[in-house]
C-alpha cells in the first residue's frame, strides 16, 4: 500500500528540519574558497587533563560553548594574497614557506584581524579568530587526551606536521618525535589526517593565532559560558604548536603568548564564523 501525505504535510517534512541539521552542513566562503567546518557547541573541561603540561594550563575547568564554525584548514597563502597581494611567507633555511597552499606565516595578530575584518566585509559574514576555548574545544575533538589521537605522541606523523626524525637529520639538538613525517617545514594544509571535527593540521604546521588576551592566570579569571579573555598583559594566545615543536608543545592544552605585533616563520590562523 503506497502512504499518500498532505502536500502540507510532506512540505514540513523536507523543509522544517531542525536548524542543528541545516547548521552542520560545511560553509565554504565565497571570496577566498575558504571551508568551514560546523562545530556543534557543549561543554568540556579545559586545560591540562592528564598532568604533562605547564602551570599555565591549570586550574582544569568547565567550559560551555555555543555552536560555530571553524576553518577546517589553516589560511593559506593565496588565501591571504586575495587581501594583501604583496604578502610574502619567506623560507627557513632556504626552505620555501611560500606555496600557494602552505599556511600564510610572518602574520602578526594585528595582521590576521585584519585579514578577518576584510573579509567580513567583503561577504557581510562575520569572521575572527577563535576564542582560546573554542580553538581547545576544536582540537580536542571530544578527547580529554594530551592529543586528539590519544597520548602516544610518535603517532604523531600521521596526523601533524611536527619537529621529527627528518628535522632531526638537519637540526640534530632540536628535540624530536621518534617519527617521520617527511617535512621539514610547513607543509601544505591538509597533508596530514584530520580530528573528528574535521579540522586538519590543528596541531603542527603551525601555530595559530587565537582572539584572547594572555595572561597565565586566565583560567581562574573567566565565567563558564563563552569566555574570552580581555583582561590586562600584553601578548595574545597562540596554540597549537608548530613544525619546530616536538612532545612538549604538540598538545591540545598548550598556550603561550606573544606580542600581538609580531609575526613569525612557524605562526599563521583560522578562523572562525558565527553559527546563524
Request: contains cysteine; negative net charge.
Amino acid at each position: 500500500m503506497t502512504l499518500k501525505l498532505p502536500v502540507t504535510l510532506l512540505f514540513v517534512i523536507l523543509f522544517s528540519c531542525p536548524p542543528l541539521a541545516r547548521a552542520q552542513q560545511a560553509y565554504t566562503d565565497p571570496t577566498t574558497g575558504m571551508q568551514f567546518a560546523f562545530v556543534k557547541g557543549g561543554c568540556f573541561e579545559m586545560g591540562d587533563s592528564t598532568g604533562d603540561g605547564d602551570p599555565n594550563e591549570r586550574p582544569v575547568h568547565r567550559v560551555c560553548l555555543s555552536d560555530f564554525y571553524i576553518g577546517m584548514y589553516e589560511v593559506t597563502n593565496s588565501q591571504y594574497q586575495k587581501y594583501m597581494a604583496e604578502h610574502q611567507s619567506g623560507s627557513s633555511d632556504e626552505n620555501n614557506l611560500n606555496g600557494a597552499n602552505q599556511p600564510v606565516v610572518n602574520v602578526s595578530w594585528e595582521d590576521a584581524t585584519a585579514f578577518a575584518e576584510w573579509l567580513s566585509s567583503q561577504s557581510g559574514e562575520h569572521y575572527r579568530l577563535p576564542t582560546e576555548s573554542e580553538w581547545e574545544f576544536a582540537a580536542r575533538a571530544g578527547s580529554n587526551q594530551s592529543r586528539f589521537w590519544g597520548n602516544n605522541p610518535d603517532e604523531a606523523c600521521t596526523y601533524a606536521n611536527v619537529a621529527d626524525m627528518t628535522a632531526k637529520k638537519i637540526r640534530p639538538q632540536w628535540t624530536t618525535f621518534f617519527c617521520d613525517d617527511q617535512h621539514f617545514v610547513s607543509a601544505e594544509v591538509g597533508s596530514f589526517k584530520p580530528n573528528k571535527f574535521n579540522l586538519y593540521d590543528v596541531l603542527g604546521n603551525v601555530w595559530e593565532w587565537c582572539l584572547d588576551v594572555y595572561n597565565s592566570e586566565a583560567y581562574s579569571k573567566l565565567p563558564q559560558d563563552d569566555p574570552v579573555y580581555q583582561g590586562s598583559g600584553e601578548y595574545r594566545v597562540m596554540r597549537g604548536g608548530g613544525w619546530s615543536n616536538g612532545p612538549l608543545g604538540i598538545r591540545s592544552s598548550h598556550r603561550v603568548g606573544l606580542s600581538p605585533n609580531f609575526g613569525h616563520h612557524a605562526l599563521g590562523f583560522r578562523l572562525v564564523k558565527a553559527a546563524k
